[in-house]
């Protein structure tokens, strides 16, 4: 039997308008929500590992390299060139400043300003990727033997295949002995 007060606020007979909406409300919500969780598992597998995370940026301790001297570290999976100039080797980079260079850039623009003697540097030729040695080539800065690519003490390409400079990463000096890259 039908109770006649539910009769006299839903006079239809059916079930009331605003429950309908909540159901109808709370299933889409509920679907959206496991779908979300579904999909989060395969979006968070899409970010950067832990470890490359940690490579991201480095910071070295500069007091550990002693001038004309070079390191090679590792930074996102790639050699970094740090080298402390030499005053002769500065001075050759800003003498070539004007020579006819295949991708044209001054030593000022290779550096941080005020701190000349330190050139940090990506250590992969730009011409297929392979590791240049420091001090050789005919402009006594890297030398890459793979291909014969030279570059100069500023880190310019001067001779060979490759077509675009050493790349300069994006570097600060936290203090004057450290250096955080990235």
């Not at 059916?14 to 429950?19: A, I, K, Y």
């Not at 889409?28 to 470890?51: E, H, K, T």
């Not at 570290?73 to 260079?101: C, E, H, M």
Request: charged fraction near 20%; proline fraction near 8%.
């Amino acid at each position: 039997m039908v109770d006649p007060a539910v009769n006299a606020a839903n006079p239809s007979g059916g079930e009331d308008p605003s429950r309908r909406d909540f159901i109808h409300i709370a299933a889409i919500s509920a679907a959206a929500v496991g779908g979300a969780a579904v999909a989060w598992p395969f979006i968070a597998q899409m970010n950067p590992s832990a470890d490359t995370m940690a490579l991201a940026s480095v910071e070295y301790d500069l007091t550990k390299i002693e001038p004309g001297m070079q390191v090679t570290i590792n930074w996102r999976g790639k050699p970094l060139f740090i080298r402390y100039r030499t005053q002769a080797q500065i001075d050759a980079a800003v003498k070539d400043d004007g020579a006819s260079l295949p991708d044209p850039q001054t030593d000022a623009e290779r550096h941080k300003e005020g701190k000349a003697q330190w050139l940090v540097l990506v250590g992969s030729c730009t011409h297929l990727g392979c590791v240049p040695t420091v001090g050789g080539g005919d402009y006594q800065g890297w030398f890459c033997p793979c291909h014969g690519s030279h570059y100069d003490t500023s880190g310019r390409i001067r001779k060979g295949p490759a077509p675009t400079n050493l790349v300069v990463p994006e570097y600060a000096f936290l203090s004057d002995t450290k250096v955080k890259i990235g």
